[in-house]
T-cell receptor
């Protein structure tokens, strides 16, 4: 199994550009989430989904959109990139309750906005 | 709200030294607690977990005991190896969300031969 696959691994954007970070999992996991990792900040939840067609906001959702049209895919869209969105982005998925199974994380996308 | 506080890093040890990384938390109800590890250039991996008070999670020689009275979940290993060099994150899930984790800021561990 491939697990959680994120693309691209690296990206440089200019301020104001838009882009989509891709995330796909092949484990038939219900729950998927996007986190951003910043130095000295740990990981912060951006958006999450508990199943196809259902999404909700995390603690830092501004400037990001998500959709979940299939169980496998959970793309993260940056609408108008800002330097404050320079970060490492992780997608994660879980079969069921996190307390039972924990999350499986992708290897991350390192985004730089100039 | 929920929060996790980890000891400040970086931590540098010699091989075979004893490791402790402190973690304390604030949460409503009865949270579940986790330690994740991130090796260079990789995503996070679940290292161990504990879901109720006095539970001990263990994996790969690492241990952590859920102490409700001190709201702590300290990570320990008796003899570290160079391959244990990584960033370690303490995390909790609380409030019945079942899918939202609150992470600490992470502690960088470097083990020298």
């Amino acid at each position: 199994n491939a697990g959680v696959t994120q693309t691209p691994k690296f990206q440089v954007l200019k301020t104001g550009q838009s882009m989509t970070l891709q995330c796909a999992q092949d484990m038939n996991h219900e729950y998927m989430s996007w986190y951003r990792q910043d130095p000295g900040m740990g990981l912060r939840l951006i958006h999450y989904s508990v199943g196809a067609g259902i999404t909700d906001q995390g603690e830092v959702p501004n400037g990001y959109n998500v959709s979940r049209s299939t169980t496998e895919d959970f793309p993260l869209r940056l609408l108008s990139a800002a330097p404050s969105q320079t970060s490492v982005y992780f997608c994660a998925s879980s079969y069921s309750k996190v307390v039972l199974y924990g999350y499986t994380f992708g290897s991350g996308t390192r985004l730089t906005v100039v | 709200g929920n929060s996790v506080t980890q000891m400040e890093g970086p931590v540098t040890l010699s091989e075979e030294a004893f490791l402790t990384i402190n973690c304390t938390y604030t949460a409503t109800g009865y949270p579940s607690l986790f330690w994740y590890v991130q090796y260079p250039g990789e995503g996070l991996q679940l290292l161990l977990k504990a879901t109720k008070a006095d539970d001990k999670g263990s994996n790969k020689g690492f241990e952590a005991t859920y102490r409700k009275e001190t709201t702590s979940f300290h990570l320990e290993k008796g003899s570290v190896q160079v391959s244990d060099s990584a960033v370690y994150f303490c995390a909790l899930e609380s409030g019945g969300s079942n899918y939202k984790l609150t992470f600490g800021k992470g502690t960088l561990l470097t083990v020298n031969p």
